[in-house]
């Protein structure tokens, strides 16, 4: 089992900068992949960024130079630091956990950008 909690969403003005932390229970450095997910209201819940075991990264499009994830293995914490912030990056932010077992994910935590 993996437990998964995030934190840092928040209300912020469009081009501001928020960054997501994701605290794990367990050692991270074991996970086949982490990444962020995001669901805005009514729409499916979609790949923002993800970090592989071996430390390669993918991103969305719409993200590609405004976001980046990155992990801290010795504190068991994935980020994603969000910067350049668009009215369209508001949702519901979860962090995931990919393991030979199973997929996990953690409750999410809300990130809402005003115009």
């Known amino acids: 089992q993996v437990q998964l909690v995030e934190s840092g969403g928040g209300l912020v003005q469009a081009g501001g900068s928020l960054r997501l932390s994701c605290a794990a229970s367990g050692m991270i450095s074991s996970l086949n992949a982490m990444g962020w997910y995001r669901q805005a209201p009514g729409k499916q819940r979609e790949l923002v960024a993800a970090?592989?075991?071996?430390?390669?990264?993918n991103y969305a499009d719409s993200v590609k130079g405004r976001f980046t994830i990155s992990r801290d293995n010795a504190k068991n914490t994935l980020y994603l630091q969000m910067n350049s912030l668009k009215p369209e990056d508001t949702a519901v932010y979860y962090c995931?956990?990919?393991?030979?077992?199973?997929?996990?994910w953690g409750q999410g935590t809300q990130v809402t950008v005003s115009s």
């Open positions: 995931n956990a990919v393991k030979p077992v199973g997929t996990y």
């Open positions: 970090i592989a075991r071996g430390g390669s990264t």
